[in-house]
């Protein structure tokens, strides 16, 4: 059994900034109570702990989200072709 964690041993092990993470979970916090996708933790007076399974949750969580962006990144760009009207609308 693993133990519990705080936001600075989680922050390390996902190699993320505390104020990155910190910024995750603030932002979570205005979706919808049903569509929040971090909040995997407990408190314990102000401080935040993830039990070994939340910590796994969030990990994959974040994993998820950023291949999320990356996929609307990576859009496909028109041929040149189909772009010409609207730039050169002589054409």
């Not at 990356?70 to 041929?79: C, G, S």
């Amino acid at each position: 059994m693993g133990k519990d964690r705080t936001i600075h041993e989680v922050a390390a092990e996902l190699r993320l900034g505390e104020r990155t993470l910190e910024r995750y979970l603030a932002s979570d916090l205005t979706r919808a109570a049903d569509d929040r996708r971090f909040q995997f933790h407990c408190r314990r007076g102000r401080k935040r702990i993830w039990t070994p399974e939340g910590y796994q949750k969030l990990r994959d969580a974040i994993e998820r989200a950023s291949t999320q962006v990356a996929r609307r990144r990576l859009y496909v760009t028109p041929p040149p072709q189909a772009v010409w009207p609207r730039v050169f609308p002589q054409l």
